[in-house]
Every structure is written in structure tokens, then in C-alpha cells.
């Protein structure tokens, strides 16, 4: 018995790899550097939610440290000793009407505290102002879309501005967030400005997020939503006023007709290829048009609005970097993207993608049956594009700013 129970011991490194590794995996969440850090709030109303985690934290920890020295000390100091009577019992408290008081009433106390605080934090937060900027926010398989409400009357239409991947806000001011999906349920979350909200298809959730400074603002899908659920992510920039203001000018402008050689021709592949799906304004209307009603469609053949690609930080759901990270602080800033702002197009990420999407971030596989009923996976399919081809419309889409 004895000896079977020794060979089934795990070697002692194995236990103490077992011991250790969970504290690593903990020692690796307090990374300083940690780019969806919720503790470290970067604008008011993250800031209201880091005032609640706080002093709820140092009760629960300071119950906590009390509760289990209690248990400790009363183990240690009640145990049955060597020449103790088995059957007899130490004194018992039952019934001892202060301590029971006391120990309904703390904790009544405390949870009172917490619920209190935790309840007005939720209404702070959750009060909406609906006088400055709203935007969509559309959650679907695998990427975010954002509209923004330009004219103000409260509708996202095709005449408000249409951007994916990167949220550009600007910087100090409260921005409404209208949070809603075009297929499953999807969660957006910018752990440095506000709490998560689900994304349901047929709902809109109010969400507000204030940057105080600009800059990136990272963040994932946190709702499991399919096979490419962790390469759904987020990127809030927040700009200074007037820089958000040229922006939003911008963006609404359509994309210039390209004049070099090679873009003139990824241009004319874009418009003949792409048109399925994807829309560049000024650029392939038309094909778009008689591609068929892509903006209505659900889950496939829903893909991001290109007009103004090259503005964007990252592409593919915000999983690859459109621009490289020049300064290496492992966040493409607004000031690292675009050519006129000596930003560099990494070219290598944006060529391996066009190469073959579903390689890079996988799709929804689709049966033979669905193909025959005329469906397509979801995410981007892999076009066989040669090497000129993609050569062709990577100088085109950096046109797209
Ligand atoms: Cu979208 Cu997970």
C-alpha cells in the first residue's frame, strides 16, 4: 500500500514547477507596460470605476487577511492535542448573543458599503449626454465598425461617416458610444476608458468613453464569438480637438483617383476583385453597386469601408499593424501613421494578408452545401492573387489616406 502510493508521487521538480507556475502566470498579469491595464484608468470615467476597485478591494482584502488568521489561530490553537479526551469538546459559542450580533451586523455594514458605492458608480457611469459626438459601434465576425453620427440627427446612414478598426475620438471631451451587432454577440471593451458592453444583434447599449490625453487605447473582443474571436480587437485614438476635427473632414471626402502607375492598376484589380465586398468611395461606387447589396448582408460579405484604409492603424479586425511601430513602445500611434507624417507601411504584414487571408486569421469554414447555396465564409477569402497583383494593390490601398 505504502510502496504504490510512493511510485505514484509525482517527482518533487513536477510539484514544485505545479506550485510555481501559478504564481508566475500572476506575477505575469502585473506587467507595468500592459496596454489593457483597467487599474491604470486614463480618462474620468474609468477613473470612477478604478475610485470603486480600490477601497473594495481593501475591505475584501482586509476581510479576507482577517478571516483566514482567524481560521488559522483557532485550528492551530483549538487542535486536539496528544493527551486530550477525544470525546470531550472545547467551550462552544453557540448561543452567545453578542458574537452573533456582531457577526450579522459587520458584514451587513460592509456589503452595505460595497452595494452602496458599487450602485452609485453604475448610474455615475452610465449617465449618457447625448450633446456631444455619437458613434456606432457595430460588432460583427471579426471586426468593429464605427459610424459617425456628422450630421447629428441621431441616425447612421451611409451620408455619416464610415470607419473600421480604429475608433478616433477626440481627446478630453465625452463621446456616446452606441454598441449594437450585425450577427452574435460580441463585447467591446477599452479597459483604460470605460468598462466592457455587449454587443446584441437588435440592441443598442450606451457606452461613453473620455480620453484625457491623446493617444492608443487598446482592447479586445470579451464576448467568445466564433472561430476568430481573439483576433476581434479594438483601438480607440484619441486626437486632439482640432486635429479630430480635420479628421472627420477628411474622412468624409472620397478617396483621390491614384495617378502612379502600379496604384492606377491595383485601383482597377480593387474595383474588379474587391467590389463584392469592400467600398472605396470614388473609387469603385459603381462595382460596389452591382456587387450586390454588401452593406445589408449579414455576416459575410460585410467588410469594412476602405475609402480611407491608409488612415488606419492596424487592418484585419485590428490584428496586424498597418504602420510600423516606429518608436517600438508596441502601440502604432496616430503620429506613426500615414506617409505625410513619416510613418512607414509595413508593407510585409499587408502582403502576407493579401497573400491569403484565412492564413493569417482564420475564417468560419464553409460546407460544400452552403457554397452550392451561394454563401461565403466569413472574414476574407483567399483570392489567389499573384505577386504583382498584390505588389499592384498594396500601392493602391496606401493610397487610400
Ligand atoms: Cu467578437 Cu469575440
Known amino acids: 500500500m505504502r510502496a504504490g502510493r510512493q511510485t505514484r508521487q509525482r517527482p518533487r521538480s513536477r510539484r514544485a514547477l505545479a506550485l510555481v507556475a501559478p504564481l508566475l502566470l500572476l506575477l505575469g498579469a502585473c506587467a507595468s507596460d500592459a496596454p489593457q491595464d483597467t487599474l491604470e484608468p486614463a480618462g474620468p470615467i474609468a477613473r470612477k470605476i478604478d475610485n470603486l476597485v480600490n477601497p473594495v478591494f481593501i475591505v475584501a482584502a482586509v476581510v479576507f487577511v482577517l478571516v483566514e488568521f482567524g481560521v488559522l489561530y483557532l485550528v492551530l490553537k483549538f487542535r486536539q492535542r496528544k493527551d486530550d479526551d477525544p470525546d470531550e469538546l472545547p467551550g462552544q459559542t453557540h448561543g452567545n448573543t453578542k458574537l452573533e450580533i456582531g457577526w450579522t451586523v459587520l458584514p451587513a455594514l460592509l456589503l452595505g458599503f460595497v452595494s452602496f458605492a458599487t450602485l452609485a458608480t453604475l448610474f455615475d457611469i452610465n449617465d449618457t449626454q447625448d450633446d456631444g459626438l455619437t458613434v456606432q459601434v457595430t460588432g460583427q465576425q471579426w471586426w468593429w465598425e464605427y459610424t459617425y453620427d456628422t450630421d447629428g440627427d441621431g441616425e447612421f446612414t451611409d451620408e455619416d461617416v464610415l470607419t473600421a478598426n480604429d475608433l478616433v475620438v477626440p481627446a478630453g471631451q465625452n463621446v456616446d458610444l452606441e454598441v449594437t451587432s450585425r450577427d452574435v454577440i460580441h463585447s467591446f471593451w477599452i479597459p483604460r476608458l470605460n468598462g466592457k458592453k455587449d454587443a446584441v444583434p437588435g ?146 504584414a499587408l502582403e502576407a494578408w493579401l497573400r491569403d487571408p484565412p492564413a493569417a486569421k482564420p475564417m468560419a469554414p464553409v460546407t460544400p452545401e452552403e457554397v452550392e447555396a451561394g454563401e461565403q465564409g466569413r472574414g476574407m477569402p483567399n483570392l489567389n492573387l499573384s505577386e504583382e497583383q498584390i505588389d499592384q494593390l498594396v500601392a493602391f490601398l496606401e493610397t487610400l489616406e
Open 203 to 348: 440592441r443598442r447599449h450606451s457606452l461613453m468613453i473620455n480620453a484625457d490625453e491623446p493617444g492608443t487605447y487598446v482592447g479586445q473582443c470579451t464576448e467568445f464569438c466564433g472561430l476568430s474571436h481573439a483576433y476581434m480587437r479594438q483601438r480607440v485614438v484619441a486626437l486632439p480637438p482640432d486635429e479630430f476635427e480635420s479628421w472627420l473632414e477628411d474622412q468624409q471626402a472620397e478617396a483621390d483617383e491614384p495617378t502612379d502607375e502600379a496604384a492606377a492598376a491595383g485601383a482597377e484589380l480593387f474595383a474588379g476583385q474587391c467590389s463584392v465586398c469592400h467600398l472605396a468611395r470614388g473609387i469603385n461606387d459603381e462595382q460596389f453597386e452591382d456587387g450586390g447589396d454588401g452593406m445589408a448582408q449579414l455576416v459575410s460579405e460585410n467588410a469594412p469601408d476602405l475609402t480611407h484604409f491608409a488612415t488606419r492603424g492596424a487592418f484585419a479586425g485590428a490584428t496586424f499593424d498597418l504602420w510600423e511601430d516606429l518608436d517600438g513602445d508596441g502601440i502604432v500611434e496616430a503620429d506613426e501613421i500615414g506617409t505625410a507624417n513619416g510613418g512607414v507601411l509595413d508593407r510585409a
